[in-house]
């Protein structure tokens, strides 16, 4: 068995991931991942990341854990460092919502806030903190780290494989491009899925979304962005409208963010 198989066995034995599909109109799915430990999909990539790195000895129990985030993937890091018994410092913009914040706080993380909404500002100060100290920080780098990507590679697209045989078209958001690159990975290695990726037009902020393509830190998508066929804009009015669609007719509360 490899490192990531038995990595993800582990991480459905701390319950996360085998999430259930949700029929939404006929032939369209949305995976449940609410329904994972901690709330969001990024517990899948922060559970490989930071067990990856314990495995092979990259980091120890005396480490901390330093991660930039606009939200969910800072709740996983530090919810999974609590796990772990590791101790955890998250970096966000100030424009994150208080509800995170006070999350985050709850789950034991020193807590930094950056100023804006900008998660470029984040990632720079983690990257600062790093170096001050590099054998007592650990960066998880998320948006280069392709762990990112392999977390939805071995798990997130083997289960849906597990239950829709011909998966036609993969819809998903862009923030580090590691959910949407990993399941199409899978998929297309077993199949015939065209996958469309979702990001923010330049006139909107969607939490957990961005664009990529004006990042310099952007590189798990420079590696796999040949398994993304199309990449969409959105505009946040219409996240927003989605999200009263779900709740309306599916009874299903999500916040006005698609995917991760």
């Given at each position: 068995?490899?490192i990531?198989?038995?990595?993800a066995?582990?991480?459905?034995?701390?319950?996360?991931?085998?999430?259930?599909?949700?029929?939404?109109?006929d032939?369209l799915?949305?995976?449940?991942?609410?329904c994972?430990?901690?709330?969001s999909?990024?517990?899948?990539?922060?559970?490989f990341?930071?067990?990856?790195?314990?495995?092979?000895?990259?980091?120890?129990?005396?480490?901390?854990i330093?991660?930039?985030?606009?939200?969910?993937?800072?709740?996983?890091?530090?919810?999974?460092?609590?796990?772990?018994?590791?101790?955890?410092?998250?970096?966000?913009?100030?424009?994150?919502?208080?509800?995170?914040?006070?999350?985050?706080?709850?789950?034991?993380?020193?807590?930094?806030?950056?100023?804006?909404?900008?998660?470029?500002?984040?990632?720079?100060?983690?990257?600062?903190?790093?170096?001050?100290?590099?054998?007592?920080?650990?960066?998880?780098?998320q948006?280069?780290?392709?762990?990112?990507?392999?977390?939805?590679?071995?798990?997130?697209?083997?289960?849906?494989?597990?239950?829709?045989?011909?998966?036609?078209?993969?819809?998903?958001?862009?923030?580090?491009?590691?959910?949407?690159?990993?399941?199409?990975?899978?998929?297309?290695?077993?199949?015939?899925?065209?996958?469309?990726?979702?990001?923010?037009?330049?006139?909107?902020?969607?939490?957990?979304?961005?664009?990529p393509?004006?990042?310099?830190?952007?590189?798990?998508?420079?590696?796999?962005?040949?398994?993304?066929d199309d990449?969409?804009e959105?505009?946040?009015?219409y996240?927003?409208?989605?999200?009263?669609?779900?709740?309306?007719?599916?009874?299903?509360?999500?916040r006005?963010?698609?995917?991760?």
């Amino acid at each position: 068995m490899s490192i990531e198989n038995d990595i993800a066995s582990e991480m459905y034995s701390f319950g996360i991931g085998n999430t259930p599909l949700i029929k939404l109109d006929d032939n369209l799915y949305a995976k449940a991942e609410f329904c994972n430990k901690f709330g969001s999909i990024k517990s899948r990539a922060a559970f490989f990341m930071i067990d990856y790195a314990l495995k092979t000895g990259i980091i120890n129990r005396d480490t901390i854990i330093v991660e930039a985030s606009s939200g969910n993937t800072g709740i996983a890091v530090a919810g999974i460092s609590n796990l772990f018994g590791l101790k955890s410092k998250i970096i966000i913009p100030e424009g994150a919502s208080n509800g995170t914040k006070d999350y985050l706080k709850s789950l034991g993380s020193d807590l930094i806030l950056t100023k804006g909404n900008s998660t470029e500002a984040s990632i720079e100060y983690a990257r600062s903190i790093v170096e001050s100290d590099p054998g007592r920080y650990f960066r998880l780098n998320q948006h280069g780290n392709d762990l990112n990507s392999d977390a939805h590679y071995y798990t997130t697209a083997p289960e849906i494989k597990n239950e829709i045989i011909n998966v036609d078209f993969l819809v998903a958001g862009i923030g580090t491009g590691g959910t949407i690159t990993g399941i199409s990975r899978y998929l297309k290695e077993n199949g015939n899925t065209k996958t469309v990726g979702i990001i923010p037009d330049s006139g909107s902020h969607i939490f957990g979304l961005r664009n990529p393509f004006i990042s310099n830190n952007k590189g798990i998508l420079d590696k796999y962005m040949k398994y993304i066929d199309d990449v969409k804009e959105l505009n946040e009015k219409y996240a927003y409208y989605g999200v009263r669609e779900l709740m309306d007719k599916q009874r299903l509360f999500c916040r006005p963010l698609i995917g991760c």
